[in-house]
């Protein structure tokens, strides 16, 4: 894959958000939420960068972050060259176009009162992408099309809809205005396994037939993550731990927390499932809130040494790709 600046499309550097806690009368600030911690990434153009990592770890925030619903308390990012932290609100509004999101639920994501092809056309007409109705009515049928939906349902409401016939509705208003780059927020979790399937192929085939259409795909199954992404960056607890091309992280995993979570995925052969490394992990997540000094795993951690609690490591280049956040490694 070519990593010249000019095929990237987000480049995330330093990324913070943190969230304050606020106390007593006088709501006074006691605390903050390190929700994201230093975060620091490139997504290129036409790529799919995984993120993944238990629940709470920040890859959310991230999402929001990027999307300009959360504004960074530091850091950088640019997209498409532009540097949109520091954006205000009217020229944000004409950044996002180029940006889509599909939510994690399909239930709660789509309103009930408007019909099905009122929610895929709204982004047409906020961004003012058609110029009639006839067009409008046009291309909210051709939006169906490409997610494998009837037109004729367009004037169906929600509640009318299968779960996966929902996220395929949230597919297509992500897709509305043309985006280059999608955030998908675990957007098959609330799916059954089967329909699970469809969504990740529909959301290739999308990617293969859409020219350089980018995800950044938020998960915790690092089945699904190994299936659609080409490189994968594992969090926790609000920064990135390791980071490579998919293959490479699935093959030779060297961050303990990336081997710890890999070795709780089943696999289905059973002779493989009983001989392989198992890897316990002890204690519990620490608080956001009052994260441990330096490294953030160094606490649950089955490599740890003294040193580990000293400074926070930063992400180094292991070989060509390949980037981990541990001084043991």
Do not use: W
């Not at 238990?54 to 972050?65: A, D, L, N, V």
């Not at 944000?92 to 009122?118: C, H, N, T, W």
């Amino acid at each position: 894959m070519n990593q010249n600046q000019d095929n990237v499309i987000l480049d995330v550097t330093d990324l913070k958000m943190y969230f304050p806690v606020m106390r007593g009368l006088l709501k006074r600030k006691v605390a903050d939420v390190k929700a994201v911690d230093g975060v620091t990434f490139k997504l290129m153009k036409d790529e799919t960068l995984g993120l993944v990592g238990e629940s709470g770890c920040g890859k959310t925030t991230i999402g929001r972050c990027v999307l300009g619903l959360y504004r960074a308390t530091s850091g950088k990012i640019l997209f498409q060259g532009k540097n949109i932290t520091t954006l205000p609100e009217r020229k944000l509004r004409e950044v996002r176009k180029d940006m889509a999101l599909i939510f994690q639920d399909p239930y709660s994501s789509l309103d009930p009162r408007q019909s099905a092809g009122s929610i895929v056309g709204e982004p047409l007409k906020i961004h003012q992408m058609v110029m009639n109705k006839g067009e409008y009515r046009d291309r909210v049928e051709q939006l169906f099309r490409i997610v494998g939906l009837d037109p004729s349902m367009t004037d169906r409401f929600p509640h009318e809809f299968s779960g996966g016939q929902r996220q395929r509705i949230g597919v297509a208003r992500a897709l509305a205005c043309d985006p280059s780059l999608i955030i998908c927020d675990e957007p098959i979790s609330a799916l059954d396994v089967s329909i699970q399937a469809q969504i990740i192929n529909l959301l290739e085939e999308l990617q293969s037939s859409v020219k350089e259409l980018s995800y950044l795909f938020i998960a915790h199954d690092l089945s699904v993550v190994r299936h659609i992404s080409d490189r994968v960056a594992v969090m926790y607890l609000g920064r990135i731990m390791e980071i490579c091309k998919s293959r490479v992280l699935y093959e030779n995993p060297l961050h303990p927390y990336t081997r710890a979570l890999l070795s709780a995925v089943p696999i289905a052969d059973p002779f493989v499932e009983e001989t392989r490394e198992r890897i316990i992990l002890k204690g519990e997540v620490p608080s956001p809130l009052n994260p441990p000094p330096g490294c953030p795993f160094h606490p649950r951690c089955f490599m740890a040494i003294p040193e580990c609690n000293q400074a926070v490591p930063p992400l180094r280049t292991i070989k060509e790709g390949h980037e981990v956040a541990c001084i043991r490694v």
